[in-house]
T-cell receptor
Framework: GDSVTQMEGPVTLSEEAFLTINCTYT??????LFWYVQYPGEGLQLLLK?????DKGSNKGFEATYRKETTSFHLEKGSVQVSDSAVYFC????????????FGKGTKLSVKP | GAGVSQSPSNKVTEKGKDVELRCDPI?????LYWYRQSLGQGLEFLIY????????KSGLPSDRFSAERTGGSVSTLTIQRTQQEDSAVYLC????????????FGEGSWLTVV
């Protein structure tokens, strides 16, 4: 069945470091891909999304490119801040209708000053 | 409000009791989802409603769990004879129901079974 695999955390970085969180997927059809973020004590928020191959989603300095050839949607940011500390979830939906949103297990990021 | 609204935000219940969790989706959203997030775990899909179609119940963990959606809007997740392993945050989400549409989450209902 459809699934999402993301790198296990926790990930600890210093402020201004480069961030990559890997995400790969297995899906039938043509999935839409998402990154959600959960800040401490808050609900899930959509960070960015891409709905077709080669699309790049971007928001708040984060980027991810939908790579069909490698079935990947890695999250990157050039210079992280302490305020980026959160849990990041990669997710997908498939099919002509929305279907359910399948999540990876989440990656906890801690950014130290 | 404009977002997905869930109630109660916190619920403590005794083992064996039944609980009901409510979700008000964003107005006009035809798709509604329930997820469960246990401490230190990822998000577990429970059930999905899309318009008037039969719901996708494939994620419900046991027959103690059920959900309904009345009038295509408000949804109630019911857990019967609660067990301690049911303790988790129950998240509701909604969307316009078309591929690629953003799915918006509520703040969740934190359930503790003692």
């Amino acid at each position: 069945g459809d699934s999402v695999t993301q790198m296990e955390g926790p990930v600890t970085l210093s402020e201004e470091a480069f961030l990559t969180i890997n995400c790969t997927y297995t899906a039938t059809g043509y999935p839409s891909l998402f990154w959600y973020v959960q800040y401490p004590g808050e609900g899930l928020q959509l960070l960015l999304k891409a709905t077709k191959a080669d699309d790049k989603g971007s928001n708040k300095g984060f980027e991810a490119t939908y790579r069909k050839e490698t079935t990947s949607f890695h999250l990157e940011k050039g210079s992280v801040q302490v305020s980026d500390s959160a849990v990041y979830f990669c997710a997908l939906t498939t099919g002509g209708s929305q279907g359910n949103l399948i999540f990876g297990k989440g990656t906890k990021l801690s950014v130290k000053p | 409000g404009a977002g997905v609204s869930q109630s109660p935000s916190n619920k403590v219940t005794e083992k064996g009791k039944d609980v009901e969790l409510r979700c008000d989706p964003i107005s006009g959203h035809t798709a509604l989802y329930w997820y469960r997030q246990s401490l230190g775990q990822g998000l577990e899909f429970l059930i999905y409603f899309q318009g008037n179609s039969a719901p996708d119940k494939s994620g419900l963990p046991s027959d103690r769990f059920s959900a309904e959606r009345t009038g295509g809007s408000v949804s109630t997740l019911t857990i019967q004879r609660t067990q301690q392993e049911d303790s988790a945050v129950y998240l509701c989400a909604s969307s316009l129901g078309r591929r690629g549409n953003t799915i918006y989450f509520g703040e969740g209902s934190w359930l503790t079974v003692v």
